[in-house]
């Protein structure tokens, strides 16, 4: 059994106790306290950056005053505002710069489009228009741009001065998309080569239009009237072939009969004309 402590000794362990306490205190008064204070001054920054937001998107300041527009050729600036969707007046803090770039990007002539945003109040539009390479004659007129896709079709005055494509049925451009559209890039490779053979014995400026065949591949309707079948490649070989045909035929006086002339071989042609069949 332990004895009794002595008094004086308790005495001394009370005040030992008093000062850790006395001491340990005010230092987690003070955290408590400046936690507290941070969360104060939190929650007033916010309130008070709420509040200058607000009337950020109330003040006239920030109302849009001016659309610039850039990169647009066929469309005019007012049609690609109106495609935007802007309201006039509108505050451009509440303005969905995405939004307005999927807007346009619904127009059938805009291929690409970014919007930025110029405070205090100007909205700046930069688009990229689809270029024409050809017209679709499927059913309607549809324009083809230089990638092969079919974008929209033609109205009164808009300008038929562009490579014609035919051979295609309406039913086609949605059962076959992209068959027709990968006939339709041969296509394209094969007016460009054309348009590089200018001056020879088969050029764009001799052809009236293009037929394709998602089977047979294409052919040429001359202005002439013939019709020249190319198959699906190998293109240069066979306008060279036709070159040389037709200097043979105009030599034994022939040419002129010739109507249907079949390049698809891969040494020889066949032609077809009043007279009945020529192999060459």
Known sequence: MFGKVHPSVMTEIRSRLRSVDAGATPPRNRLVLKSLLAILIGVNVALGLLLLYIVFLQAPYFNLQQVDVAGNSRLSREEVVEASELEAGINLLTVNLGEVAQKLQRHPWIRTTSVYRRLPGRIVIEIEERTPRAILAAGKLYYVDERGEVFTRLFPGDSV????????????????????????????????????????????????????????????????????????????????????????????????????????????????????????
């Not at 039913?171 to 394209?188: P, T, W, Y």
């Not at 190998?234 to 072939?241: L, M």
Request: glycine share 10%; hydrophobic share 40%.
């Open 161 to 280: 001065k562009y490579p014609l494509l035919s051979g295609v049925r309406p039913a086609d451009l949605d059962a076959q998309g992209s068959e027709v559209r990968e006939m339709i890039k041969i296509s394209l490779a094969l007016l460009d080569l054309l348009t590089e053979r200018k001056g020879s014995g088969l050029d764009l400026r001799s052809v009236a239009e293009v037929r394709m065949d998602l089977d047979q591949g294409l052919a040429l309707v001359t202005k002439s009237g013939r019709t020249v079948l190319l198959g699906k490649g190998n293109f240069a070989v066979k306008i060279d072939r036709y070159e040389k045909l037709k200097r043979f035929l105009t030599r034994r006086k022939e040419w002129h009969n010739a109507r249907i002339i079949d390049l698809d071989f891969e040494d020889r042609a066949l032609v077809r004309s009043g007279a009945g069949r020529v192999q060459g």
